[in-house]
């Protein structure tokens, strides 16, 4: 994993994400251990190469470092907690689905007969936590070097992302993904639902509207999404408001109630009570910090 590492130290010259010149795959990096705290996932794959992170999720705690990875079939607001060795930055290559290229490895699949089963059953979590197998370690290495250039990236970058899929694909997690390149499982009308949330939750949205989405009734479609993401779609829609407030608040500086109004919200006094009880301290304090930080 050495040159892994030396790689994503390159490709990471700030804290936290930072983007490569191949739309999709970014590398994040973390110096120092952090506790418990809530933050919203997007859906891909994130593959460590140096620390650990535990993932809460409902009642269940993830467990992932360079043994293993996390993939997530849905985007999920989660809670995370780093865990870094003094001198040993935490390093991870975070890659987004593409849904083109996952579809397309998923009829080669079924073509050669080599799809697994699919029954909904089969599809029924948001978040996984795999094996590193020596094969796909070796490619994301590659494609780490190949990340280092840009004229490399533009041309073996997406052919390297479509191998790490391959493998995916014949990992634990594979049933589940290929629901997701599915059109009618109960994973690909959820998804379709939680795209729709994620892209218009400043919006009024109700639970039989998001059932309409996904083409289930509002009973089904409420116990799909709480098998599928550990919580209820009107707490999902909470959680990702104050995640997006917060980064508001931390990116751009902006004041309580233009978060609250952006974000959604028609009283800022409901809007900080429920920040201040999801991560902990008021969107005052969490835009003070911000501003320290910068200074």
């Known amino acids: 994993m050495t040159d892994l590492i030396d790689n994503l130290l390159a490709l990471a010259p700030n804290e936290g994400f930072n983007c490569t010149s191949l739309p999709g795959v970014g590398v994040f990096k973390a110096s120092e251990t952090s506790g418990r705290v809530p933050l919203c996932y997007n859906q891909g794959v994130i593959l460590m190469a140096q620390g650990q992170k535990r993932v809460y999720l409902g009642d269940q705690t993830y467990h992932y470092n360079p043994d293993n990875y996390l993939v997530l079939t849905l985007p999920l607001p989660a809670e995370c907690e780093t865990i870094v060795t003094q001198g040993e930055p935490l390093l991870s290559m975070v890659l987004d689905f593409d849904s083109a290229m996952l579809g397309e490895l998923v009829r080669l699949y079924d073509e050669h007969h080599m799809a697994p089963k699919t029954a909904d059953s089969d599809g029924n979590k948001g978040l996984f936590v795999s094996e590193y197998g020596d094969e796909l370690k070796c490619v994301v290495e590659r494609l780490s070097t190949c990340l280092r250039t840009p004229l490399h990236a533009a ?141």
């Open 155 to 295: 041309a073996l970058g997406k052919g390297l992302v479509r191998e790490i899929l391959f493998h995916l694909l014949q990992g634990p997690q594979a049933a589940s993904l290929f629901a997701l390149a599915s059109h009618n499982t109960h994973l690909a009308r959820l998804e379709r639902a939680i795209k729709y949330l994620n892209e218009h939750y400043q919006q009024k949205l109700d639970v039989e509207q998001l059932a309409q989405l996904a083409n289930m009734s509002p009973s089904s479609f409420h116990r799909n999404f709480r098998q599928m993401t550990s919580t209820s779609p009107i707490q999902y829609i909470k959680k990702i408001r104050l995640t997006r407030a917060r980064q508001l608040l931390t990116d751009q500086g902006i004041k309580v109630k233009q978060a609250a109004i952006q974000v959604g919200y028609d009283s800022p006094t409901q809007f900080s009570r429920e920040f201040k009880r999801y991560f902990g301290l008021s969107p005052q304090d969490c835009g003070r910090s911000a501003a320290q930080i910068s200074a």
